[in-house]
């Protein structure tokens, strides 16, 4: 299965602090790490959207315009959705 893994990366304060974001990202990559060794696909959309937005810039003007658009269309296409994100069911 195709299995998106949700999850905060700029949320708890890591819109100001790299450090918060890198961590965040870092428990995105290792849930998908565990899908992967159990035989799933894992889609993580702040991974294919990210090089995107270095592309666009980098500016807060490009992550608006492409994160959340560019995870929503991959989530689209997946077979099911793990994870936890604050004020979405």
């Known amino acids: 299965m195709w ?4 999850g905060p ?3 708890g304060g890591g819109a100001a602090d790299p450090a918060v974001r890198a961590a965040n ?3 995105l ?3 998908a790490v565990a899908l992967h060794r159990a035989g799933h696909v894992p889609i ?4 294919m959207a990210l090089p ?3 592309a666009a810039g980098g500016s807060d003007a490009a ?6 658009p560019v995870s929503l269309a991959l ?8 994870g936890r994100m604050a004020g979405f069911r």
Request: contains cysteine; glycine residues 2%.
């Open 44 to 47: 993580i959309g702040v991974n």
């Open 75 to 82: 989530v689209e296409r997946c077979d099911a959705c793990v």
């Open 63 to 68: 992550y608006e315009e492409l994160l959340a």
């Open 52 to 54: 995107m937005i270095e």
């Open 25 to 27: 990202l870092k428990v």
């Open 9 to 11: 990366y700029r949320a």
């Open 29 to 31: 990559n290792e849930a």
């Open 3 to 6: 299995i998106m893994v949700a």
